[in-house]
Nanobody
Framework: QVQLVESGGGLVQAGDSLRLSCAASGRTFSIYAIGWFRQAPGKERAYVASISWSGSSTHYAEFVKGRFTLQLSSVTPEDTAVYYC??????????????WGQGTQVTVSS
């Protein structure tokens, strides 16, 4: 099983940049991809971005260290949400993203 912990959220102003982190522990060798999702107030959870291990050098350090980042740039109030990272769960036959962090709140003021 993989455990995930997000950090880096907070209150920022519109136009600011923000970097969210996702720290993985446990069976990190099983991580092929990490997804980022967000859930805004009153809305369903939505996909934001993902990276996968393709053998290239682009994200090599992240997979080796088990620490992943999501860069948010020029944020707007519409980016206000709880942001989650997700990784491999126990039932890959059903869905890959079966392990979730607790989320980190991002609030953007206008």
């Amino acid at each position: 099983q993989v455990q995930l912990v997000e950090s880096g959220g907070g209150l920022v102003q519109a136009g600011d940049s923000l970097r969210l982190s996702c720290a993985a522990s446990g069976r990190t060798f099983s991580i092929y991809a990490i997804g980022w999702f967000r859930q805004a107030p009153g809305k369903e959870r939505a996909y934001v971005a993902s990276i996968s291990w393709s053998g290239s050098s682009t994200h090599y350090a992240e997979f080796v260290k088990g620490r992943f980042t999501l860069q948010l740039s020029s944020v707007t109030p519409e980016d206000t949400a709880v942001y989650y990272c997700a990784g491999p769960g126990p039932d890959l036959a059903t869905t890959y993203f079966g392990s979730w962090g607790q989320g980190t709140q991002v609030t953007v003021s206008s």
